[in-house]
C-alpha cells in the first residue's frame, strides 16, 4: 500500500483539535515567511469550517483582531474577540468591513465547487483570488501581507505580475500538506506598498 499524507494529515488534525487538515498549509507557510506575531489584526477569507481561524487565534492571541468571513458557518462557536460574517466575499458588506481598516494580515484559502473539469476549476478560484487581491489592496496596512489559494492554471502569472504592482515581493509556494495530485499553489504578497 502506498504513503498517504492526507490521511496522515487528516488524523494529525483531528488529534490536535482543529477543523481541518487545511491548517498544516497555513502552518507551514508562516513558518517559511514569519508572518503571524501576537496583536495582529487578520481577515480570513473563506474560513469555514475554521482550521485557519483556530490557527490565527492561537498565534494573534487575544490582543489581536480576527475577521473571518464564508458563506458556509464555521463547525464551532468563536469566542467574542472573534467576528465570523457569514456572507459572500463578493458582498458590498465585505468590502465595507474590510476596507481602509489597515489589516496586517488578509489570507484566502477560498475555493470554488469543483466541477473537475480544470480549466473551469481553475478560471473560478482565479477569480476568487482577484477578489482576495482586491480586498487586500483596499484593506491592508502598508507593509501587510496577502496570502491567496489558487488552483493552477494559464492565469498564475498574470495574477503574480498583478500582484507583484502592490508587494515588494510575491512568492508561490505548495505546502506539504498539499494532496498528491492537487493543482493548489498558494501566491504570498509580502510587504504591501498601496
Ligand atoms: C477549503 S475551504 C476553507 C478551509 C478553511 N481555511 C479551514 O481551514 O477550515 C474553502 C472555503 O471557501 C469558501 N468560499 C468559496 N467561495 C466563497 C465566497 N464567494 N465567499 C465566501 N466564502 C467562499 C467555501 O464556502 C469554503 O468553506
Redesign the pocket.
Known sequence: MSYQPQDFYFRKAKSEG???R??YK?KAIDEKYQLLRKGMQIV??????????QYIMQRVGQSGKILA????PL?WRPPEWVRFER????SSE?ESLIEGKGWDGIVS????RTTGVRITDHTRSAE?VW?SLTLARKGLRTGGFWIA?LLEGPTLSALRQEARTSFARVEIYRPPATRIGSTECFLIGLSFQP
Open positions: 482543529y477543523a481541518a487545511s491548517v497555513l480570513d477569507l473563506g474560513a469555514a469550517p475554521g482550521s485557519w481561524t468571513i464564508d458563506i458556509e463547525a456572507s459572500d466575499v463578493f465585505v484559502d477560498m475555493a470554488p476568487l477578489r489559494k
